[in-house]
Nanobody, 126 residues
Framework: QVQLVESGGGSAQAGGSLRLSCAASGYTYSSRRMGWFRQAPGKGREGVAIIYTSSGGTDYADSVKGRFTISQDNAYNTLYLQMNSLKPEDTAMYYC???????????????????WGQGTQVTVSS
């Protein structure tokens, strides 16, 4: 089992920045990939970014490429999402996710992640 706890959400003006953190505990050594997802009111859960824990390889949703950066600190079992040039459409609950199944490169979809945090709210005003 892996436990995930997000932090760092809040409010920002359009064009501003926020950094989300996700503290992982439990069998973290087994995680093969970690990711960030978001869900706006009335919408489905959307993949934002993924990082493969061994290679450090990353993938991003087109909507955030060039603005968001996913990174990991293995020494502290922490995942980050640096969000720059924020837009009002980035407003959502942001979730950290992890999975240990050996599946190679996967699409940015919730079905490929088994462990989830409780989420942290991000609100961007224009």
């Amino acid at each position: 089992q892996v436990q995930l706890v997000e932090s760092g959400g809040g409010s920002a003006q359009a064009g501003g920045s926020l950094r989300l953190s996700c503290a992982a505990s439990g069998y973290t050594y087994s995680s093969r990939r970690m990711g960030w997802f978001r869900q706006a009111p009335g919408k489905g859960r959307e993949g934002v970014a993924i990082i493969y824990t061994s290679s450090g390889g990353t993938d991003y949703a087109d909507s955030v490429k060039g603005r968001f950066t996913i990174s990991q600190d293995n020494a502290y079992n922490t995942l980050y999402l640096q969000m720059n040039s924020l837009k009002p459409e980035d407003t959502a609950m942001y979730y950290c996710a992890a999975d240990s199944r050996n599946m190679g490169r996967v699409p940015l979809r919730p079905t490929y992640f088994s462990y989830w945090g409780q989420g942290t709210q991000v609100t961007v005003s224009s």
